[in-house]
């Protein structure tokens, strides 16, 4: 593992992110539609709802459209995170797999676009946090910010995997959509959450632990230390499953 | 000095044999072709050599340092040529003095300089080719494998190619060009050719 090596790759992958326009106008329009969308639509009516990580007898009462807002950022921030994974693991794979034959090892490749990647999410967390806020008054804004770092976290390390393992563009895109779709984008809104039955299944879903370490920064004052340490427990087990594939598909024989 | 040894070689894709008891030895100083039709294995027994692709059988003895041009120009789309220098100098592990040199020299013979602050899309065919082979050329390999290095040359840089190439051959490199065509025969030291699989 050489310093040298991982810094340059994060510089460079960071230029090559940076340069692509496109990547760029969807980090900063996707979050700004999904919140306006849910800020002209969400109704204002006061709803008492639950948080599963805090127990069944603490009521937490807010506007539809506050719950609706802060589940959405969340959403946005995983999405996007995964997206971006997925297109770093994938699109340059075989100059990639030529730096590999160069020197460089897999871990350092992967390692530099995991670096790079924190880079984004936490730009990522801060651009939709500071968005949400102009919105709705955040209880513990830094707390909340962290709750998005985490989603982008375990979404991002997710993207790696699926960008490991899945060589298609479409189908990689594919296996992203759907599973922010279900999970962050649908299961994990506690409006769904408290009427689910076998509500236990939405608890072992990646975006549980990152969207309730969110919601409770946003609207309590409770800790959130216990959701964050899940988090990042399955964000690791991700980013453990993508270095893995990683590795055996780009190391050389030599 | 032998530089490399292939010894056995074979490897199927499917029911597919694309490559049979290949084996040949290379020592330095030596240039060395491969020739053979589309699909007689050529980039497959490349590919094993660098190490990209694992053998059914046999193996591959490689010593010193070696210099790889793939046949498709594998670079990155939106750094520069200069960005390219310094991110393949970070995998041989150059230093900058040297990489400074060593790209300048690299692009003046290419005639290339004058776009080195240029992104890879916006370069002509002819000067990607250029810059995939001087990415290969960097390191002063002590053995270069070239697939197909000529493909999108103009006639002036297939030219220089040979000149730097008698150039590095002179300082101790070998070279393994292996392409579909080759033309001048009397360049080479040895010609192979690959016949469904089989060095002939």
Same mark, same amino acid.
């Given at each position: 593992?050489?310093?040298?090596?991982?810094?340059?790759?994060?510089?460079?992958?960071?230029?090559?992110?940076?340069?692509?326009?496109?990547?760029?106008?969807?980090?900063? $329009?996707?979050?700004?539609?999904?919140?306006?969308?849910?800020?002209?639509?969400?109704?204002?009516?006061?709803?008492?709802?639950?948080?599963?990580?805090?127990?069944?007898?603490?009521?937490?009462n807010r506007p539809l459209k506050d719950i609706a807002l802060v589940f959405f950022s969340v959403t946005s921030s995983g999405f996007l995170s995964s997206l971006l994974?997925?297109?770093?693991?994938?699109?340059?794979?075989?100059?990639?797999?030529?730096?590999?034959?160069?020197?460089?090892?897999?871990?350092?490749?992967?390692?530099?676009?995991?670096?790079?990647?924190?880079?984004?999410?936490? #730009?990522?967390?801060?651009?939709v946090a500071l968005l949400v806020s102009r919105f709705l008054s955040i209880s513990h804004f830094m707390a909340f910010i962290a709750g998005l770092i985490l989603i982008g976290f375990v979404y991002g390390c997710y993207g790696?995997?699926?960008?490991?393992?899945?060589?298609?563009?479409?189908?990689? $895109?594919?296996?992203?959509?759907?599973?922010?779709? $279900?999970?962050?984008?649908?299961?994990?809104?506690?409006?769904?959450?408290?009427e689910a039955h076998n509500n236990i299944i939405i608890r072992y879903l990646p975006a549980y632990f990152p969207s309730q370490s969110a919601i409770i920064a946003a609207f309590t004052d409770f800790s959130a230390i216990p959701a964050r340490f899940y988090s990042i427990l399955y964000g690791i087990g991700f980013l453990i499953m993508a270095l893995f594939i990683y590795y055996n598909k780009m190391r050389i024989r030599k | 000095m032998v530089l490399l040894t292939v010894e056995n070689i074979?490897?199927?894709?499917?029911?597919?044999?694309?490559?049979?008891?290949?084996?040949?030895?290379?020592?330095?100083?030596? %240039?060395?072709?491969?020739?053979?039709?589309?699909? #007689?294995?050529?980039?497959?027994?490349?590919?094993v050599i660098v190490g990209e692709w694992k053998p059914d059988r046999g193996s591959v003895s490689l010593t010193g340092r070696l210099g790889y041009c793939p046949q498709q120009t594998l670079l990155f789309s939106h750094?520069?040529?200069?960005?390219?220098?310094?991110?393949?100098?970070?995998?041989?592990?150059?230093?900058?003095?040297?990489?400074?040199?060593? #790209?300048n020299d690299l692009m003046d013979f290419f005639n290339f300089r004058k776009f080195r602050n240029e992104k890879v899309y916006e370069l002509s065919g002819g000067t990607m080719?250029?810059?995939?082979?001087?990415?290969? %050329?960097l390191p002063q390999p002590d053995l270069l494998v070239l697939d197909e290095p000529y493909n999108g040359f103009d006639w002036d840089t297939y030219v220089h190619f040979w000149e730097y190439t008698g150039k590095l051959k002179k300082a101790g490199c070998s070279i393994l060009v292996v392409a579909h065509l080759i033309t001048e025969k009397e360049r080479f030291d040895k010609v192979f050719n690959l016949v469904q699989g089989r060095l002939t």
């Open positions: 593992m050489n310093l040298h090596r991982i810094i340059t790759g994060i510089m460079m992958i960071l230029k090559m992110v940076f340069r692509r326009r496109i990547v760029i106008i969807a980090l900063l $329009i996707i979050p700004i539609v999904f919140l306006t969308i849910v800020e002209l639509t969400a109704p204002v009516r006061i709803i008492p709802f639950r948080l599963a990580s805090l127990g069944n007898m603490i009521f937490i994974a997925l297109n770093l693991v994938q699109i340059e794979i075989g100059v990639n797999r030529r730096l590999v034959i160069c020197g460089y090892s897999p871990f350092e490749i992967l390692l530099s676009n995991l670096l790079a990647l924190s880079v984004l999410i936490i #730009s990522i967390a801060l651009y790696l995997a699926t960008g490991s393992l899945i060589r298609g563009k479409l189908e990689g $895109i594919f296996f992203i959509v759907m599973l922010a779709n $279900i999970d962050a984008g649908w299961l994990q809104n506690p409006m769904y959450y408290a | 074979s490897k199927k894709f499917g029911r597919n044999s694309v490559l049979r008891d290949v084996s040949f030895e290379m020592d330095q100083n030596m %240039l060395y072709g491969i020739v053979g039709e589309n699909g #007689s294995g050529k980039t497959t027994l490349l590919k750094l520069t040529v200069d960005e390219h220098f310094s991110y393949f100098a970070a995998a041989y592990r150059i230093d900058r003095v040297t990489l400074a040199s060593r #790209s080719q250029k810059l995939n082979l001087s990415l290969a %050329l």
